[in-house]
Every structure is written in structure tokens, then in C-alpha cells.
T-cell receptor
Framework: AQSVTQLDSHVSVSEGTPVLLRCNYS??????LFWYVQHPNKGLQLLLK??????LVKGINGFEAEFKKSETSFHLTKPSAHMSDAAEYFC????????????FGAGTRLFVKA | NAGVTQTPKFQVLKTGQSMTLQCAQD?????MYWYRQDPGMGLRLIYY???????DKGEVPNGYNVSRLNKREFSLRLESAAPSQTSVYFC?????????????FGSGTRLTVV
């Protein structure tokens, strides 16, 4: 069985300050983990992915995430928030061998204040 | 641009009406999916097609049918729309090969059933 929990439904930061979006998962299998971003009225865009290679994963737009097996976490970070980062972010867990047992987190909405 | 194209972008239906949501991808992906997105619930899988000629139920299939018309196209049909089917619908495709895991999403169809 798999599950994913995004620990915050909303996060608010000031522009130029660090971003931390938290995600915990559980999986009976070797997981692949993803972060997707959704801007208003848009589809989901892949930010980054972990698929059993390096545990520190770098993505687009300066985001990165670290896979910590002992903590079953895959938190998303960015050193300095930009106004354009305001969006909803989804943590996703799936089986390493395919996409048919994929679970999406409920989402975290990021607000960025000027 | 390569990607996933969904039509229509917006639709209002009366209860009991039927409609078909269209999806096409031009990335030569084998697998295609239909998700619905509701506030606070992330994305939930309605149906998926692992490859041309096959379809399977996902987490929330009731009230929907699908057709994998060919490798490019995967349609979702609502036979008798209900207010509970008011949602944003996303089509996605994937090709689960090492180094290329992850979904490509369409921009969504916002459906309101009154």
C-alpha cells in the first residue's frame, strides 16, 4: 500500500526567503517520488523526480528535494522565493516499476508576499 | 509544441446530459490516464490505459466510460452527468522507462454540472 501526506495545506513566505514544503510518504515498494507544480488554471508541471538514484534531486526553477528513507520524507525546498513561485504543489508517490499505483498528495498552496 | 491536448477547456452541463472529453498526445507514449481534481483531495485516477487496446478502472470510475481510440487518443465519456461530477478533469500520458519516469499533463477541462 502507498500513501502520501503533505503536512501543510498552505504555506506563506516573503519574497527572497526560503521555501520548505513538507511531504511524508509510505510505500510497500521501492518508490519513485515526484513534485509537481500547478499554476492557476493550468495543468501540472513536473518540478523534479526521485527514482532511486541520487537522494538529493535538483529540479527546475531552483527547487530541490531530498529523499530520506529513514524519515520517509521528500521535502521540497528553494533558497529564495520568487513571486512567480506562488502556485499549488503536489507530492506524488508511485511504484518504481510503473505509473498505475500512483498517489497524489492533497496539495500545498504556496503564497509569496512582496 | 509536443504535449497533451484536451478539449474542451470549459463545459457546463445540465444534470442527465452526456458529453465526451477528448485527449490527444503526440509524444508516442504508451500509457494514458484520466484524473479528476477536487479541492483538498489532490488528483484521483478515474481510468487509465496502459497501452493501446487496454483500459482499466482507477480509484473513482463510477459514472464514467473511456475509449482508447488509438495510441494518441483517449476519451472520457459521462453518460448521464450528475452534480457530483463537477470537477476539473486532467488527461495525462507517460512512458515508464528508466530515466523518463513521470507524467505529462494536459491543461485541464473545467466541468460544471447544474
Amino acid at each position: 500500500a502507498q500513501s502520501v501526506t503533505q503536512l501543510d495545506s498552505h504555506v506563506s513566505v516573503s519574497e527572497g526567503t526560503p521555501v520548505l514544503l513538507r511531504c511524508n510518504y509510505s510505500s510497500s515498494y521501492s518508490p519513485s517520488l515526484f513534485w509537481y507544480v500547478q499554476h492557476p488554471n493550468k495543468g501540472l508541471q513536473l518540478l523534479l523526480k526521485y527514482t532511486s538514484a541520487a537522494t538529493l534531486v535538483k529540479g527546475i526553477n531552483g527547487f530541490e528535494a531530498e529523499f530520506k528513507k529513514s524519515e520517509t520524507s521528500f521535502h521540497l525546498t528553494k533558497p529564495s522565493a520568487h513571486m512567480s513561485d506562488a502556485a499549488e504543489y503536489f507530492c506524488v508517490v508511485t511504484r518504481n516499476t510503473g505509473g498505475f499505483k500512483t498517489i497524489f498528495g492533497a496539495g500545498t498552496r504556496l503564497f509569496v508576499k512582496a | 509544441n509536443a504535449g497533451v491536448t484536451q478539449t474542451p477547456k470549459f463545459q457546463v452541463l445540465k444534470t442527465g446530459q452526456s458529453m465526451t472529453l477528448q485527449c490527444a498526445q503526440d509524444m508516442n507514449h504508451n500509457s494514458m490516464y484520466w484524473y479528476r481534481q477536487d479541492p483538498g483531495m489532490g488528483l484521483r485516477l478515474i481510468y487509465y490505459s496502459a497501452s493501446e487496446g487496454t483500459t482499466d478502472k482507477g480509484e473513482v470510475p463510477n459514472g464514467y466510460n473511456v475509449s482508447r481510440l488509438n495510441k494518441r487518443e483517449f476519451s472520457l465519456r459521462l453518460e448521464s452527468a450528475a452534480p457530483s461530477q463537477t470537477s476539473v478533469y486532467f488527461c495525462a500520458s507517460s512512458e515508464w522507462i528508466p530515466g523518463n519516469y513521470g507524467y505529462t499533463f494536459g491543461s485541464g477541462t473545467r466541468l460544471t454540472v447544474v
